[in-house]
């Protein structure tokens, strides 16, 4: 079995896919598959088609999505004596769960791997935290559920996702400009402040690659574009924190010039390797 939510919904048992055409069945299956292994109650599952206010028939016609699925499955292990579709979309009282075997669901190999990133992250070992994080994001292949249309249920899990890569990317460049590979990290730097034209955390490590390449002039206009953005968008100044950081790139302060040593995080008010403490995002800044 592989079931894959981060990006394009696919599921495939003995490599035949079971994702329904319709939008519907589709949908039911999107949101199954990013709650595997938990039992979803059939109001939650109605809620996600029908939103607050569904049908009198919704109930019935739930049933005959969950009838599809199962008829899906059931193609896919073919004479299996072993495995029936209703062993893997399974009935509990009041709702259904779709039981996956560890690994075959990329969205908790993702969290998996978040998880040893942070971890290594926290003991400093910023080396094994970039690879983690790196493969984390790597089983991204577009959007979340990009292929999928969207109620009010999976809304909030790909919101989550969203906002958990983006989070993760910037924990792992926090990592990478600690082990010193400012100049490799530019290119990639300045397309995700493009990308993400007000999030301060990302223009802030763009600012200290770019200083840290012989580039300051660069890392100022990295900062005055971002605060250009918020002043005639939002109607704000970047944070202290950032403001601090551009002092530091107008004044040579040598705490830009390399990065941390490994060990505990510097006192608090100095600028740490990538001006921002790892995974952060200022409060009330857009990302």
Not at 61 to 69: A, D, G, S, V
Not at 106 to 123: F, K, M, Q, S
Not at 154 to 177: D, H, K, N, T, Y
Not at 246 to 264: K, M, N, T
């Amino acid at each position: 079995m592989e079931i894959s939510l981060l990006g394009p919904l696919t599921a495939r048992i003995h490599g035949v896919s079971v994702v329904p055409t319709a939008a519907k069945p589709r949908q039911i299956l999107a949101l199954l598959g990013s709650h595997a292994n938990h039992v979803l109650p059939v109001r939650t599952l109605m809620e996600e088609i029908w939103g607050t206010a569904p049908p009198h028939s919704a109930l019935t016609t739930l049933h005959t999505y969950i009838l599809q699925l199962r008829r899906r499955l059931a193609v896919a292990l073919g004479p299996d004596p072993a495995l029936r579709a209703k062993d893997i979309l399974v009935t509990k009282y009041g709702g259904y769960r779709w039981e996956a075997p560890p690994g075959t669901v990329d969205v908790t190999r993702y969290e998996a791997l978040v998880g040893a990133g942070r971890a290594a992250a926290e003991a400093y070992r910023h080396d094994e935290a970039a690879v983690c994080f790196r493969r984390a994001l790597a089983l991204w292949r577009g959007p979340a559920l990009v292929d999928v249309r969207i109620g009010p249920v999976l809304r909030i899990q790909v919101a989550r996702l969203e906002e958990s890569r983006l989070g993760v990317l910037e924990r792992c460049l926090e990592a990478e400009l600690r082990l010193g590979r400012h100049v490799e990290l530019l290119a990639e730097l300045v397309e995700l402040t493009g990308h993400h034209p007000l999030h301060e955390g990302l223009h802030a490590q763009c600012m200290t690659a770019f200083y840290r390449a012989g580039r300051p002039w660069q890392a100022l206009d990295v900062y005055q574009g971002l605060r250009r953005r918020l002043v005639e968008d939002l109607g704000l100044e970047p944070s202290p924190r950032l403001r601090r950081l551009q002092q530091a790139v107008l004044s040579a302060d040598p705490q830009l010039d390399e990065p941390d040593p490994p060990g505990p995080p510097a006192p608090h008010g100095t600028l740490p390797a990538g001006a921002v403490t790892p995974g952060a995002v200022t409060p009330g800044r857009p990302a």
